[in-house]
T-cell receptor, first 112, second 116 residues
């Protein structure tokens, strides 16, 4: 079934550790996005990618980095995790501007 | 900058009752508007979208939404709620311009509880 796969499903991580959240889509969508979801704040955009080889900063990019080496993969890296990065992270993709975004099932990350 | 406000954090309705979830947006041009639903532990699923044309938009699961430019609103409605509709609902506005290539700005979400 076509869609977005995120891994891991959940993770508990010690502060200061490096962590990469994986996101893979098989729909050949050009655009991909990373959001974090926090209670009462909805979803906030961390980083996005218009197409393979390009990335951009969203609303809350600090402490996160991304890469887009190919169309299908869009990993999100926390170089040195801090407790405030405890959240649920969603990856999404779309065919283009203002087209509906398709979401993965999320990664629940706890930083201790 | 674009923004979305969902005034109701939590709404409780009885099964079979009608439902309206409010959404107000701030955007300089004609907005691209979406409603998503999120069940516990799941990702977001698209309910419906408005790009242009008819201001009353039909979506999946019996939902509809009406775009009212004069009120900057895009309220979600359902005539008869089912227990399976209990979830969190998010309104979102798309970025029609700029360099962000269609990023969405989400409201804070409205949690819907359905009583039997």
């Amino acid at each position: 079934i076509a869609g977005i796969t995120q891994a891991p499903t959940s993770q508990i991580l010690a502060a200061g550790r490096r962590m990469t959240l994986r996101c893979t889509q098989d729909m050949r969508h050009n655009a991909m996005y990373w959001y974090r979801q926090d209670l009462g704040l909805g979803l906030r955009l961390i980083h996005y990618s218009n197409t393979a080889g390009t990335t951009g900063k969203g609303e809350v990019p600090d402490g996160y980095s991304v890469s887009r080496a190919n169309t299908d993969d869009f990993p999100l890296t926390l170089a040195s995790a801090v407790p405030s990065q405890t959240s649920v992270y969603f990856c999404a993709s779309s065919t283009g501007r203002n087209q509906p975004q398709h979401f993965g099932d999320g990664t629940r990350l706890s930083i201790l | 900058a674009q923004s979305v406000t969902q005034p109701d954090i939590h709404i409780t309705v009885s099964e079979g009752a009608s439902l309206e979830l409010r959404c107000n947006y701030s955007y300089g041009a004609t907005p691209y508007l979406f409603w998503y639903v999120q069940s516990p532990g799941q990702g977001l699923q698209l309910l419906l979208k408005y790009f242009s044309g008819d201001t009353l938009v039909q979506g999946i699961k019996g939902f509809e939404a009406e775009f009212k430019r004069s009120q900057s609103s895009f309220n979600l409605r359902k005539p008869s709620v089912h227990w399976s509709d209990a979830a969190e609902y998010f309104c979102a506005v798309g970025d029609a311009g700029g360099t962000s290539y269609g990023k969405l700005t989400f409201g804070q979400g409205t949690i819907l509880t359905v009583h039997p």
